[in-house]
């Protein structure tokens, strides 16, 4: 059984994770009412440390519980989540939650590095992504590296082109760093548009999953110019149905996330709460477009 893959330990520390952190890091609006959270969506689901309540349909568990019925994970791929730490040399972390909903994302905060050399390298070097794709990117201005950090930052632009967040990557191959920015607006995402008019909508994990698949299909000789690419740093129902609503509800929703059991669980959910979902996975020998990829170029995995 999936439980016994899992330390007691682990699952206990999973079980005792402050959820409610966890939710605001991945961006989920919640709003502080004195030692609670709640749901700025949903009134009346509340989360108080390692548990929550939800009124309206009279339900309540601990944070595995919750990512399991709400988020499509499954359990070993919750208590993973629940229980992962970010490394301090990021300097991403933030020891106070409800900054992240107080705080309104401003690009002009972030100090950007004019010499990109880092990022070139790690995207080139350790991901397989094209010099010539990352040029154009840089062009374009949607990719960045932070100063501070030296974090590539992917911006968020939404349905009117306003910058609305950033979604972030460290550049140590050894030290394996995803987030967001604080304030960053709830249901958009990193995107990248097709040049024609659109006609699919593709949901990817990540931005480096993002400009894999794009890479691969350059590979195939495959331009993708009908499509517009959406990293969902994560696994985010909330942000398929937000892109559909506000860039149009008539493209065609295609998933393309991990081939993993935590995909899968996604895959299932989503499935149930949006009309005409597609499929489209990277092979089966390889857990995400990134790794197919590199297995392409020759680069160890």
């Known amino acids: 059984m999936e439980r016994e893959r899992v330390s007691q ?30 749901h700025k969506e949903h009134d009346s689901l509340v989360f108080t440390k390692n548990s929550y309540y939800w009124n309206s349909i009279s339900e309540s568990g601990n944070a595995i519980d919750f990512l399991q019925r709400h988020k499509g994970l499954d359990f070993m791929s919750a208590v993973f989540a629940l229980t992962q730490t970010v490394a301090a040399a990021d300097g991403e972390r933030d020891t106070n939650p409800s900054s992240q909903i107080i705080e309104q994302f401003s690009f002009a905060d972030i100090k950007l590095e004019s010499d990109m050399r880092r990022t070139v390298a790690y995207l080139n070097k350790s991901r397989g992504i094209s010099y010539s794709l990352i040029k154009k990117l840089i062009d374009e201005m949607l990719i960045y590296q932070e100063t501070t950090t030296n974090n590539i930052i992917f911006p968020m632009y939404d349905e009117t082109g306003g910058l609305v967040g950033a979604e972030t990557s460290g550049t140590l191959s050894d030290k394996r760093f995803k987030g967001i920015k604080t304030g960053s607006k709830y249901g958009y995402g990193y995107t990248i548009k097709g040049k ?23 590979i ?78 020759g680069i160890s995995r």
């Not at 999973?14 to 709640?38: M, N, S, T």
């Not at 942000?239 to 008539?250: A, D, P, Y």
Request: glycine share 4%; hydrophobic share 40%.
């Open 220 to 297: 195939r000789k495959k331009p993708i110019n009908n499509a517009l690419l959406v990293s969902m740093a994560g696994l985010k129902d909330a942000t398929v149905k937000q892109i559909l609503k506000c860039f149009g509800s008539e493209l065609q929703p295609v998933l393309c996330v991990d081939n993993d059991m935590a995909g899968a669980e996604f895959i299932k959910f989503v499935k149930s709460q949006v009309n005409s979902i597609k499929i489209f996975l990277p092979n089966k020998d390889y857990k995400d477009w990134n790794d197919q990829l590199k297995s392409m170029k």
């Open 9 to 38: 330990e682990l699952i206990k520390q999973a079980r005792q994770a402050d959820l409610a952190e966890y939710l605001i890091r991945q961006g989920e609006p919640l709003v502080k009412k004195g030692q609670r959270y709640r």
């Open 196 to 218: 024609s008019k659109l006609e699919y909508a593709l949901f990817f994990e990540s931005a480096v999953d993002l400009l894999s698949f794009i890479e691969i299909e350059q």
